[in-house]
């Protein structure tokens, strides 16, 4: 299908989503100048209404949405852009401009991306990176037998509390260890598809 941009006078709505958490960015508007150079350069571009003009998302801030995936509506009216944004999305330093409610697994490993690489002192990840592989590894290893035992125990808050700790300081591992959660993701959905899922004794077995 084509954008029909006719249906909107010349314009698209365009949504704007996180590829990696399904969290919705903002909402904008292009024209078939700013739908062309997107498609092309890859980057998500603009038609702002109020300025009659293009622009391209992040020109100012340098908070540039990579485009990932493209998907039209039913009607080929509106745009769904699966995007790799390079920084907060709105212009108020948020995340998302519909605020930043939105928490997985994918918003921890962001935020432990930044603190990895803009270190704060007296950061908890700073320490820990500084420490290195060793640390990590050990620290890994201490909340997984917390996991071990509050299982034992029969304690669910603990065991909340533990798997909280452990899926932090994993992250901290894969960050250190040049490994995203995508890189898992796509693991599992490999296996997913071939009805797959973990090794025994080097047998894969079954779901």
């Given at each position: ?105 994918q ?15 007296g ?11 060793d ?20 304690d ?11 899926l ?11 490994v ?28």
């Open positions: 299908m084509k954008p029909d941009f006719e249906k909107g006078g010349g314009l698209l709505s365009v949504i704007l989503q996180d590829e990696r958490t399904g969290q919705v960015l903002m909402n904008g508007f292009m024209n078939e100048e700013a739908y062309q150079k997107t498609t092309e350069e890859k980057v998500v571009w603009f038609y702002s209404r109020s300025k009659e003009r293009l622009w391209k998302k992040g020109e100012t801030s340098g908070n540039i949405q990579i485009v990932k995936n493209m998907a039209l509506d039913c009607d080929s009216d509106a745009l769904l852009i699966q995007v790799e944004p390079k920084g907060p999305t709105c212009h108020l330093g948020t995340q998302s401009c519909f605020g930043d409610d939105h928490f997985n697994l918003t921890l490993e962001k935020i432990v991306d930044r603190k990895v690489e803009n270190p704060e002192e950061s908890y990840t700073k320490y820990l990176t500084d420490e290195g592989i640390k990590i590894l050990k620290k890994c290893g201490e909340e997984m037998t917390e996991v071990v035992i509050a299982s034992k125990n029969g669910r808050e603990e065991l909340i509390d533990e798997t909280s700790d452990l932090y300081h994993t992250l901290v591992l894969l960050k250190h260890q040049g995203s959660l995508g890189d898992v993701e796509a693991r599992l959905e490999a296996r997913h598809g071939e009805n797959l899922s973990y090794k025994v004794r080097g047998e894969i077995e079954e779901w």
